[in-house]
Each structure stands twice: as C-alpha cells, then as structure tokens.
C-alpha cells in the first residue's frame, strides 16, 4: 500500500558525509510518521531516527544525536537522512520505514541502502 525506495548510500570514509533518501509512493496520504532504522551482520535491527510527517518533530537515537539530520518533503513524499561526522560503527544497511494513521508500528519497508564508512 506503501512503497519505499531508499537511495544515496555507499563507501565514505570516517568523518565524511553521506545524504540518504526515501521517496514514498503509493497511499502515501495515510502517513503517520517515518523513520530510519540500520542492521549490521548479526546484529537485530535499531533505530536511527523518527519523523512525525505532520508538524516534523524529530527523535533521535543517541548513536546518531548530534550528527544525524532526519527531514521532509511534503510535496516530494520523501524523507531524508543527512549523516554527517560518519564512523566505522555507522556502517549498516540503512532501511527507510513508514507507519500509517491507525497503526503504531512501522509496517511498510524499503530494500535498504547500504553505507560503508572505512577507518
């Protein structure tokens, strides 16, 4: 019902930048909220960052406070995640998720990005 598509991962170096994005298709008119989540081999998924669609109050995991900037379009139905000062501990397959009015989880997933940051 909702698709997901995350773009603008890849290999950065430690301090480096990268921008991810996650363009929203589909019933995107019944967004709740979107956020980031990242998943390292043999590590559970966790969370990166949340953004309420309406309003765009923001919540931060502290792997990520103060580095890590989680904004939207509205127009464009796509959610960003600015990543700045990267470390080797970043490195993780970032997915884009979307929850939708009525729901309290986030149901809809994208394929995920992949960021490497090297020492």
């Known amino acids: 019902q909702v698709q997901l598509v995350e773009s603008g991962g890849g290999l950065v170096q430690a301090g480096g930048s990268l921008r991810l994005s996650c363009e929203a298709s589909?019933?995107?008119?019944?967004?709740?909220?979107m956020g980031w989540f990242r998943q390292a081999p043999g590590k559970e998924r966790e969370v990166v960052a949340h953004?309420?669609?309406?309003?765009?109050?923001?919540y931060y995991a502290d792997s990520g406070k103060g580095r890590f900037t989680i904004s939207r379009d509205s127009i464009k139905n796509t959610v960003y995640l600015q990543m700045n000062s990267l470390k080797p501990e970043d490195t993780a397959l970032y997915y884009c998720?979307?929850?939708?009015?009525?729901?309290?989880?986030?149901?809809?997933w994208g394929q995920g990005t992949q960021v490497t940051v090297s020492s």
């Open positions: 998720a979307a929850r939708v009015a009525g729901k309290r989880e986030y149901d809809y």
């Open positions: 589909g019933r995107t008119f019944s967004t709740y909220a």
């Open positions: 953004i309420i669609w309406y309003g765009g109050t923001r």
